[in-house]
Structure formats: structure tokens, C-alpha cells
């Protein structure tokens, strides 16, 4: 199990309501300072990718060392340009007649999917001052699951090399792909390896190009002498500029899920402990990865005394974050804390079975606990008509 830095332990969890979010604003500055030294050494521009991490409240911090946001949606663009300001990027799988207007005046960058995006709006914004892009797709991919590989074969996002032989590009100012999740640098130069050789060419008459996000940068066996490299080698044959858009990376390691248990009991064997909150509805990577959360002072299956089997509130009968051992046995009004739980968790969560959305919160040593917001009744039932 991966140990908390050790003044994580100073969190007065019990003031906290039960289930909530808490970001650890000294840890998320820690890994800002991190990128922001990548940027210094490099030259690559780097932003926050809104889809792995939305919470606003946190901006103010983040614009301190980060240009701006990439944005997947019209309302991620303006959550971006209202909330963080700086520069806004905007990539969608597709856009709507009805929506590239809004888009272009939200945006500094668009990157379009498909040739048949960049035919169908490329006159309508080449107007309107931003900066043009397409996703590119170079068919090669270290991603081991493939809802998570954005280059498993039939992939819908990005044109191949071939696709792109004999098309007039005019007006595009620069490249995108996104190919990686929660990877080391060496996979980046791979990547690299197969980008610059099928669409160097077309870069060499740009201005950038965007390598995406799934770069674990702040992970402590992260290679950022190799990750600086590589950014100098595409800057070096191509003469473009670099940006990275990670989400993950940027709060990894800073974020912590308080919940508490409902009820424990024995059946079939297995002691379980039921929690008041829900893999599906509020971590559903645990289920998707999957992926097993660390929990404070938890161990593996058998390490210590007594292993639980800890289960969500919802229906879904296989809401099961997993099986845990502890010093001594839960009994209701036990607190756990799930670790690592700031990104792709508020952004996904969901009010499946109307559970309710936990509580959202910051820490840091000067400032102390800030509840940012608390959700009821109405959240649940503002979504539906």
C-alpha cells in the first residue's frame, strides 16, 4: 500500500461530512511546481485537461503555474474560459451545426476529429482567429485495456497517415494525439517514434503539435529528463511549438474520498462492510480500470487481522470497491479513506438509485478544512423533469 505524505494525518477527517471529496491544496501544489519546472526546462506549454479535473474552486491555485484548460465540450470550453481564463483548447469527437459558433468564440484552439469536420467548418473558422487543428491517429498505442486505448484498431478518434496522403491542409496551424493513460516517458518516445516518421512532414509547415494527455508526469518514478527530450526532439525536426494537456498528472496523489460504514455483517463466508458510498456512482474507474483505491491504514487481503469486503450503496450487484484488511474489525460509524480520488471521480460521479453526491471539500495546513459545496434532494432532482 502506498503511504500518505506523513502530514496527511493532520486532517481532522471527523469534522468532515460523510461522503466527501477532500484536495489537499499543499499536495496539488506540490505537482503543480513539478509541471511547472517541465515547462521552464522544456518550453512545452501545459494545461489542464477539464475532463480528468473540473473543480473550479481549485483555479485559482492551478493558473498559477498552468496556461489554461483543453476542453472535450461546450460546457467544459466555458467552465474553461469563465472559471480558469488563460488559454482555452478545445478538442470534440464531433461538432454540431448548431454549435461551432459558440465553440470558435469560447476558444483560442479548435482541433477538429475528421477531415470531414475540417471540410465542413474549416470556412467558417478560418475567421474567426483561432488556432486550427486536427487529431491525428498513428496506429500505435501501449494501452492495455482497450476502453481506455484511444488507438485500438477501428478507433473512431483521429485520421491515420494514410487518410491524410494528398489532402490540402491549408489553414490547419497544427497537429494533435492523444495515445497514452498513466505512462512513463519511454512510451511517449516510442510514440514518437512513429509519429514523426508518417507526419513530420505535414508538421514541418506548422506551429504545433499537442502530444494529449495520459502523461503520469508527477508520479515520483517518472522520467522528466527523457519527457524534456522529447519535447526538444519534436521541436528540433519539426521547428513546432509542444503542448501537453494532462489531467491525471496534475492532481495525482492529492485527492482523498471520506466515507463511513453503514452496517457490517457475516454471510457466505465473507465479513462484509457496507460504506456510504458507491464504486459506480462515485469512483466508477474502480470498476472500469479496474483499479483497486488505497484506503489509510488498510492492507491487502489477510495482511491484517480482519479482511472486509467492502461494498457500495447501490443495486448494482457488482458495486464492490474490494477486499480489505484491518487492525481491528469495522463496526458501524467506522471512517475510511479512500486515497488518490481527485481525478476522473467528480467529473464521472453520477446520483444512480439517488445515492447522493458526496461533499466536496480543500485542505491545506494554512487554511484548513473549506467545504466548497454540499449536495442534496434538489441535485438529484434538478437532473431529471
Known amino acids: 500500500m502506498t503511504?500518505?505524505?506523513?502530514?496527511?494525518?493532520?486532517?481532522?477527517?471527523?469534522e468532515l461530512?460523510?461522503?466527501?471529496?477532500?484536495?489537499?491544496?499543499?499536495?496539488?501544489?506540490?505537482?503543480?511546481?513539478?509541471?511547472?519546472?517541465?515547462?521552464?526546462?522544456?518550453?512545452?506549454?501545459?494545461?489542464?485537461?477539464?475532463?480528468?479535473?473540473a473543480m473550479w474552486s481549485t483555479f485559482p491555485l492551478i493558473r498559477r503555474y498552468l496556461s489554461g484548460t483543453t476542453a472535450s465540450s461546450l460546457h467544459e470550453a466555458r467552465l474553461?474560459?469563465?472559471?480558469?481564463?488563460?488559454?482555452v483548447h478545445v478538442y470534440a469527437v464531433a461538432i454540431g451545426d448548431?454549435?461551432?459558433?459558440e465553440y470558435l468564440l469560447l476558444a483560442d484552439h479548435v482541433t477538429f476529429n475528421s477531415l470531414s469536420q475540417w471540410a465542413r467548418f474549416k470556412d467558417r473558422a478560418r475567421t474567426s482567429g483561432c488556432r486550427l487543428g486536427l487529431r491525428i491517429?498513428?496506429?500505435?498505442?501501449?494501452?492495455?485495456?482497450?476502453?481506455?486505448?484511444?488507438?485500438?484498431?477501428?478507433?473512431?478518434?483521429?485520421?491515420?497517415?494514410?487518410?491524410?496522403?494528398?489532402?490540402?491542409?491549408?489553414?490547419?496551424?497544427?497537429?494533435?494525439?492523444?495515445?497514452?493513460?498513466?505512462q512513463n516517458a519511454d512510451t511517449l518516445s516510442r510514440t514518437l517514434d512513429r509519429v514523426l516518421p508518417e507526419f513530420g512532414s505535414i508538421l514541418k509547415g506548422m506551429a504545433w503539435l499537442n502530444m494529449g494527455g495520459g502523461h503520469h508526469i508527477t508520479r515520483t518514478d517518472y522520467d522528466l529528463d527523457?519527457?524534456?527530450?522529447?519535447?526538444?526532439?519534436?521541436?528540433?525536426?519539426c521547428d513546432v511549438g509542444v503542448i501537453l494537456e494532462p489531467g491525471e498528472a496534475v492532481v495525482l496523489h492529492t485527492g482523498f474520498l471520506v466515507s463511513t460504514v453503514v452496517d457490517v455483517f457475516e454471510t457466505q463466508g465473507f465479513h462484509h462492510a457496507i460504506l456510504d458510498v458507491s464504486a459506480t456512482a462515485h469512483?466508477?474507474?474502480?470498476?472500469?480500470?479496474?483499479?483497486?483505491?488505497?484506503?489509510?491504514?488498510?492492507?491487502?487481503?489477510?495482511?491484517?487481522?480482519?479482511?472486509?469486503?467492502?461494498?457500495?450503496?447501490?443495486?448494482?450487484?457488482?458495486d464492490v470497491i474490494g477486499d480489505y484488511?484491518?487492525?481491528?474489525?469495522?463496526?458501524?460509524?467506522?471512517?475510511?479513506?479512500?486515497?488518490?480520488?481527485?481525478?476522473?471521480?467528480?467529473?464521472?460521479?453520477?446520483?444512480?438509485?439517488?445515492?447522493?453526491?458526496?461533499s466536496i471539500a480543500t485542505y491545506s495546513q494554512d487554511g484548513g478544512l473549506q467545504v466548497q459545496r454540499l449536495f442534496g434532494y434538489d441535485d438529484f432532482r434538478s437532473r431529471l423533469s
Not at 503543480?32 to 517541465?38: A, H, I, M, N, P
Not at 474553461?80 to 488559454?87: A, Q, V
Not at 469512483?283 to 467492502?310: C, F, N, Q, S
Request: aromatic share 6%; charged share 20%; net charge negative.
Open 17 to 53: 461530512p460523510s461522503p466527501c471529496y477532500v484536495v489537499d491544496l499543499d499536495l496539488l501544489e506540490s505537482n503543480l511546481q513539478v509541471l511547472d519546472s517541465v515547462q521552464r526546462k522544456s518550453g512545452a506549454t501545459i494545461l489542464l485537461a477539464l475532463k480528468g479535473f
Open 226 to 237: 527523457l519527457l524534456c527530450r522529447c519535447v526538444d526532439r519534436v521541436k528540433r525536426e
Open 283 to 318: 469512483m466508477p474507474d474502480v470498476l472500469e480500470m479496474p483499479y483497486r483505491p488505497d484506503i489509510l491504514d488498510a492492507g491487502l487481503p489477510g495482511e491484517k487481522a480482519h479482511t472486509h469486503r467492502l461494498g457500495g450503496l447501490t443495486c448494482l450487484a457488482g
Open 80 to 87: 474553461g474560459r469563465e472559471e480558469f481564463g488563460g488559454e
Open 3 to 14: 503511504s500518505p505524505p506523513s502530514f496527511v494525518s493532520s486532517i481532522p477527517w471527523h
Open 137 to 182: 491517429n498513428p496506429q500505435y498505442s501501449e494501452v492495455g485495456v482497450n476502453l481506455y486505448n484511444p488507438c485500438v484498431a477501428g478507433s473512431r478518434f483521429g485520421m491515420t497517415s494514410a487518410a491524410l496522403r494528398d489532402v490540402d491542409l491549408e489553414g490547419l496551424s497544427g497537429l494533435h494525439f492523444h495515445t497514452m493513460c498513466e
Open 325 to 358: 484488511s484491518f487492525d481491528q474489525p469495522l463496526v458501524t460509524g467506522d471512517r475510511l479513506v479512500l486515497t488518490d480520488m481527485a481525478h476522473y471521480t467528480m467529473v464521472k460521479n453520477t446520483t444512480f438509485n439517488g445515492v447522493p453526491l458526496p
Open 98 to 101: 448548431e454549435e461551432i459558433d
